[in-house]
Structures are given as C-alpha cells and as structure tokens.
C-alpha cells in the first residue's frame, strides 16, 4: 500500500500539472533534487549513528512490505503460549531446552510465524529464562517486561521520530534549492526574458520538490512506520499478558485467555476458535 500511496501522489499531482497544460520537462531539474536530497541525506548523517541510520533504512524496507498482522497469526501465537504454558505446568524445567535453543524447538518448530518473529521469540524465551531459573513474583514480572518493552519501543521509534522531523525540514531545503535559483537569475538579467524565465522556473522546482517531498512522502511514511511499531507491539503485548497470567499460577487456558483478550477486536480469534484448537491439540497428543 506504500508502493500504491506513492503512485497516487505522483499520478495525481503530475497527472494535473499537465492536464494544467504544464511541460513536464521543466520540472526535470537534476541539480535542484542533488540540492535538496544531498543536504538532506547530510543532515541525517550528522543528527544519526550508524546504527541508527542503518536502523531507519530497515524501517523504510520494512513499512514497504509489511502486511497487517492477521487473525490466523494470533491464533498460531496463542496455541504456542498454551504448548509453553502446559510445559511450564507439566515440568518446568523440561522447558529449559526450548526456551535455550528455540530453533531446536519442536514447539516452536511447529509454530513458523512465532520462530520468524525475532523480537516475540527473544521476549518469550528471555522472560520464560528468567522464571525458570529464579521465579520472580508477577508484580517483579510484570515491572521487567514493562522495561523491557520501554526499551525496545523507544529504541524503534527513532526512525519515524526522525524521518518526520527531516520531512519538517524538506520545505526549507526547498527553500535553499529556490535561492540559489534567484542568486542564478540574477545574475543572468542580461540575457533575455527566455534565460530569467528558465532560471525563476528552475527555483521554483525546487520549493515544488522540497514541499510534496515532505508531505506527499516524508510525513505519511513516518506514520506507517509508527503504526507498523505500535502493531508489532500489540502482538508483544498478547503475551506479555499470558506469561503474566502464568506467573499468577493460572491453568494454560486461562493463561491464553488472557493472551485473547488483548488480541485487538478487529483480528481477535473468538473463543470457541481457541478453545477447538486447544482441545485439538490435547487429542493430537
């Protein structure tokens, strides 16, 4: 849908300027899109670190092809937290080579979705660590989660905070690209109304550039990005919910219900769909 947004954006307003009668190779201006995107990328190699920009770079990858999480992924997530918490319930320490090398996993193996989400399964088998090797109390539990939480989201937030103050910016950048266009009109004064009428044209692309870059791409790319973060962080937060009920000592179906209930409404498995795929895997085993 990103890909589709931009094509509109560029359909539209292109597709307008030259229905206006407009001649589309003026806007063909290469030096003003070097002015502007080179001081651009600059200025975020200046404000990022490495990691950072290395950071956003995979956030932008990521918002292009990332599709909303669905119904069927939830439900894999919740019948991997009821295999985990019948585990725990069973013999906790039985759990101790799951959670240590989840790609060896036979549980984990029959859930793919879970093993390929890198974030939920080191949240998973960290926390699940911890509560095997020197069980905390579900307050002490839930403080470390909420921290652990914190941490990842502030870290993730970055690229969007980012990209949406850059995309502040681009206007003025299109500004520098306009004045430097007047600096070269005026000096060509002496050459005809045909060389100032290029010139003014050519700075005038450049305020053009820097205004649809940031908000025809800049602004609502860092949107999709937060949303793709505050997604991701739901799924986190269904089991963050199941590992804390576990710790309150409640049965695997208590616990994945609760899992449930913080599923959002929109793709929240219903509970019969839970409780038949709960129940198909007690006669499975």
Do not use: W
Not at 15 to 43: D, K, R, S
């Amino acid at each position: 849908m990103v890909i589709v947004g931009a094509i509109i954006v560029i359909g539209c307003v292109l597709g307008g300027y030259v229905a206006h009668h407009g001649n589309i190779m003026v806007l063909n201006q290469p030096t003003e899109f070097l002015i502007i995107f080179g001081a651009a990328a600059g200025a975020a190699v200046m404000a990022n670190s490495t990691s950072q920009l290395k950071a956003i770079i995979h956030s932008v990858l990521h918002a292009i092809k990332s599709k909303p999480t669905t119904k069927e992924q939830y439900l894999e997530l919740l019948m991997c937290l009821y295999e985990l918490c019948k585990v725990v319930k069973t013999n906790p320490l039985s759990l101790e080579p799951h959670v240590e090398k989840p790609e060896a996993s036979e549980i984990f193996k029959r859930y793919p979705g879970v093993l390929a989400n890198h974030h939920a399964l080191h949240f998973i088998c960290d926390t699940l660590k911890v509560q095997i090797s020197s069980p905390m109390s579900p307050y002490d539990l839930e403080d470390l989660m909420d921290k652990d939480i914190k941490a990842a989201h502030e870290e993730e937030l970055h690229a969007p905070g980012y990209i949406s103050k850059l995309g502040d910016a681009m206007p003025g950048l299109g500004i520098v690209a306009a004045v430097l266009g007047v600096v070269i009109t005026m000096g060509a004064l002496s050459e005809g109304k045909e060389a100032i009428g290029r010139n003014v044209a050519a700075a005038l692309v450049g305020t053009f550039i820097g205004i649809l870059a940031s908000y025809g791409f800049m602004q609502p790319l860092a949107t999709k990005i937060e949303a793709d973060i505050h997604e991701a962080g739901k799924y986190i937060d269904v089991i963050r919910s199941a590992i804390l009920a576990l710790a309150k000592e409640c049965a695997p179906k208590v616990c994945v219900e609760f899992g449930r209930r913080t599923v959002p409404p929109g793709c929240r498995p219903s509970f019969d769909e839970v409780d038949k795929a709960t129940s198909g895997q007690k006669a499975a085993a």
